[in-house]
């Protein structure tokens, strides 16, 4: 099982509580520990980036669907070249 998987089992096992403490607010779960939370996206990711680098760990709105994102946001903008 990868490290995110982990994470997302993580988040799963915690989200009654999660959504108790923190509904509708952005949370980083590393090492299956909620890191912070964030009343939007943006402040949640500046954060994972400055105390994670790269990952991994995981990004949850509380309370919402999992969304999927796209490869670049997944690796940094990086883009494949031709």
């Not at 799963?12 to 939007?40: I, P, S, T």
């Amino acid at each position: 099982m990868s490290t995110l998987e982990q994470e997302i089992l993580a988040y799963d096992e915690m989200r009654a509580d999660l959504e108790e403490q923190y509904f509708n607010e952005w949370v980083v779960v590393r090492h299956g520990k909620v890191a912070c939370h964030y009343d939007n996206s943006e402040e949640c990711i500046q954060f994972a980036i400055e105390h994670f680098g790269r990952g991994p760990y995981l990004i949850r709105q509380v309370g919402a669907p999992p969304e999927s994102l796209p490869a670049s946001a997944l690796f940094g903008g990086m883009r494949a070249e031709s």
